[in-house]
């Protein structure tokens, strides 16, 4: 499990280890604490449908915390009007070039990523 500061204001956890009840480490736990029920609900669902958890991290300005996992969702859409999709980049989304899609938490502003494995960079 590596930490590492990502720019002033954002620290990630990589290696993360699904204990059952949360990630194994204390800032991975911190983080996801932070993350709203509406979110944790979704991710433990994609958790048992083996979804790999990718990276978790906190930005400190924003107050949010993004937790990442390694493919699309394995899982329905959320119906929960909580929660936004993109399926697309827009600013502040999170949805950057390999990613699939985003899921964010329109009230606190925290988000699940699920990249895309079949993207391939265009450089």
């Not at 990718?54 to 930005?59: K, Y």
């Not at 502040?92 to 985003?102: A, L, P, Q, V």
Request: contains cysteine.
């Amino acid at each position: 499990m590596g930490v590492q500061r990502l720019g002033r204001d954002t620290t990630s956890v990589d290696s993360l280890v699904w204990n059952g009840h949360g990630f194994d480490g204390a800032e991975a736990q911190s983080m996801w604490w932070q993350l709203p029920e509406t979110l944790k609900q979704v991710a433990i669902a994609e958790l048992q449908a083996g979804n790999i958890p990718e990276h978790i991290l906190r930005n400190d300005t924003r107050a949010i915390v993004l937790l990442a996992f390694q493919r699309r969702p394995m899982t329905p859409k959320p119906s929960a009007e909580v929660i936004r999709v993109h399926p697309s980049f827009a600013y502040g989304n999170y949805c950057y070039d390999g990613t699939f899609c985003t899921y964010e938490d329109i009230e606190s502003g925290c988000f699940l990523a699920f990249d895309d494995p079949d993207y391939v960079d265009a450089l």
